[in-house]
């Protein structure tokens, strides 16, 4: 029994738009870390926090949260596609549990995910499939958003039910932290695209979902050019935001609103609630200590991205 957490950002343009060599290998080398660390812990159950990019979850039905009692990579952005390894008889437990604490999250028998997922189980787990993992989908983009609290909630549930399964869990986080690429938003568009957000993008032509990659990578360049063609990053903040997770002190983003996020750092910066939900689900554990800290702004990338490590002081 015992927990250890990862959070990490995730990336699209991943050997798309690359950053200088050495910042490659700094990242390189911290996801290296990481990797051998989860070796060693040799996890038995996985519980992955990610969120969506319009590629499995729209408008049709949008879920705050959604726990997956099965799932399907699409390999967006030439990541893995393919069955995840989900213990069904666990994930169902893990949705009642939830549940029964009084957090409402949707269950999926059939949930899609995209790189968000497939790209930190490939990184830092070498697969899909290598280890039993039960897929959380927190709402990240599509307005109405759950707030801080929730997610917060929702970890702490959640964690209540993996410290319950007497089992080695690894915690992983998968997002963020400042930035805002070109995701499509309902309020602002109409037709082929609105009708896309409503559910019909589920399955792009091949075609389709090229040109809507090769839109981010040119925006990712334009980026690189100038920084004010998108939200900028907020490196500050981000910082602090690690500050925060790094003293315990989850409480306290209970009052920062959606909207003053989306200001602050850009409206894809929701995705560090799946940090949130990640260490809210390690302090079931009890108290806990965090290192290897990792940030570095990465405007390539379109991201403030980082990582942090935890586990339990027991």
Excluded at 249 to 275: F, I, M, P, Y
Aim: proline share 8%; glycine share 8%; charged share 20%.
């Amino acid at each position: 029994m015992g927990a250890l957490l990862q959070c990490i950002s995730h990336t699209p343009l991943v050997g798309l738009v690359d950053p200088a060599p050495a910042v490659l290998a700094e990242v390189d080398a911290m996801a290296a870390t990481a990797r051998a660390r989860i070796e060693r812990f040799d996890p038995e159950l996985v519980i992955l926090f990610s969120p969506d990019h319009y590629n499995g979850f729209f408008y049709d039905v949008m879920p705050s949260f959604c726990i997956g009692m099965a799932a399907h990579a699409i390999g967006d952005f030439g990541t893995a596609a393919g069955m995840l390894s989900v213990p069904p008889a666990l994930a169902e437990q893990c949705a009642e549990a939830v549940l029964a604490d009084g957090i409402d999250a949707a269950v999926s028998y059939r949930m899609q995910v995209d790189h968000g997922f497939a790209q930190p189980l490939e990184e830092l787990l070498g697969g899909l499939q290598r280890y039993p993992v039960i897929p959380v989908f927190i709402n990240s983009v599509a307005t109405p958003l759950p707030s801080f609290q929730r997610a917060r909630l929702l970890g702490e549930a959640i964690g209540r039910f993996a410290r319950a399964t007497g089992k080695r869990v690894l915690l992983l986080g998968s997002g963020g932290l400042s930035h805002q690429p070109p995701v499509p938003e309902l309020a602002r568009v109409e037709g082929l695209m609105a009708d896309r957000l409503k559910g019909s993008g589920r399955h792009l032509p091949a075609e389709e979902r090229e040109a809507r990659q090769q839109r981010v990578i040119a925006a990712a360049r334009r980026f690189v050019e100038d920084p004010n063609s998108l939200h900028p990053l907020n490196p500050e903040w981000d910082r602090q935001f690690l500050d925060t997770l790094v003293g315990a002190r989850l409480h306290e983003l209970d009052g920062l609103g959606n909207a003053e996020l989306s200001a602050l750092a850009g409206k894809s910066t929701h995705e560090v609630k799946t940090w949130v939900a990640a260490f809210a689900a390690l302090s079931a554990f009890g108290p806990y200590e965090a290192f290897d800290r990792y940030y570095r702004p990465i405007p390539e990338w379109i991201a403030g991205y980082g990582a942090l490590a935890a586990q339990p002081l027991a």
